[in-house]
T-cell receptor, first 114, second 111 residues
Framework: EPEVTQTPSHQVTQMGQEVILRCVPI?????FYWYRQILGQKVEFLVS????????KSEIFDDQFSVERPDGSNFTLKIRSTKLEDSAMYFC????????????FGDGTRLSIL | DQQVKQNSPSLSVQEGRISILNCDYT??????FLWYKKYPAEGPTFLIS?????DKNEDGRFTVFLNKSAKHLSLHIVPSQPGDSAVYFC??????????FGTGTSLTVIP
């Protein structure tokens, strides 16, 4: 069964550094998402992306964050000038056609900010 | 932001019995709901969904019930199996794009 794949599985970064989290959504999916889960807290929506632009974003997704689909397969989340509170699991998800469909999640990238 | 709540952090059930996981929401505009299952070190896996035009959806051992007036949904698993032991999240959406997740309920099915 096709899967959403995320790399790396664990990323350790110094505070203030930039980090890029990578995702390969399922190949025929058109909508892409990033979520995060701070340890012990709920999964939180960050952003959705369709047709090479952001379709919806949460309050968490401020100017520190950006997303990009640099080629036909990858979907990336960039965090500029990381802060300690950015430490979390970051999940990528995708859906075939978008709205009101179950989202298929990757296994996440654990981001640790030192 | 507590739009979706799962008030029971954990639940233990004997194998073969029914597991009932509950979820409450506050936003009356939510019209699409999902249940996900999550194992440690893995991403959430979709289980079952329901739209607000229905009050029940069934898929094998899994049934989701929606009570719109009470803003409550529940997931029934019957019969429960040890492999069902995981964290279960409910999620709700108004736009169908952005989903709000509950904090999860850790289910343990005892053999």
């Amino acid at each position: 069964e096709p899967e959403v794949t995320q790399t790396p599985s664990h990323q350790v970064t110094q505070m203030g550094q930039e980090v890029i989290l990578r995702c390969v959504p399922i190949s025929n999916h058109l909508y892409f998402y990033w979520y995060r889960q701070i340890l012990g807290q709920k999964v939180e929506f960050l952003v959705s992306f369709y047709n090479n632009e952001i379709s919806e974003k949460s309050e968490i997704f401020d100017d520190q964050f950006s997303v990009e689909r640099p080629d036909g397969s990858n979907f990336t989340l960039k965090i500029r000038s990381t802060k300690l509170e950015d430490s979390a699991m970051y999940f990528c998800a995708s859906t075939p056609q978008g709205l009101r469909q179950p989202q298929h999640f990757g296994d996440g990238t654990r981001l640790s900010i030192l | 932001d507590q739009q979706v709540k799962q008030n029971s952090p954990s639940l233990s059930v004997q194998e073969g019995r029914i597991s009932i996981l509950n979820c409450d929401y506050t936003n009356s505009m939510f019209d699409y709901f999902l249940w996900y299952k999550k194992y440690p070190a893995e991403g959430p896996t979709f289980l079952i969904s329901i739209s607000s035009i229905k009050d029940k959806n069934e898929d094998g051992r899994f049934t989701v019930f929606l009570n719109k007036s009470a803003k409550h949904l529940s997931l029934h698993i019957v019969p429960s199996q040890p492999g069902d032991s995981a964290v279960y999240f409910c999620a709700a959406s108004e736009s169908g794009n952005q989903f709000y997740f509950g904090t999860g309920t850790s289910l343990t099915v005892i053999p």
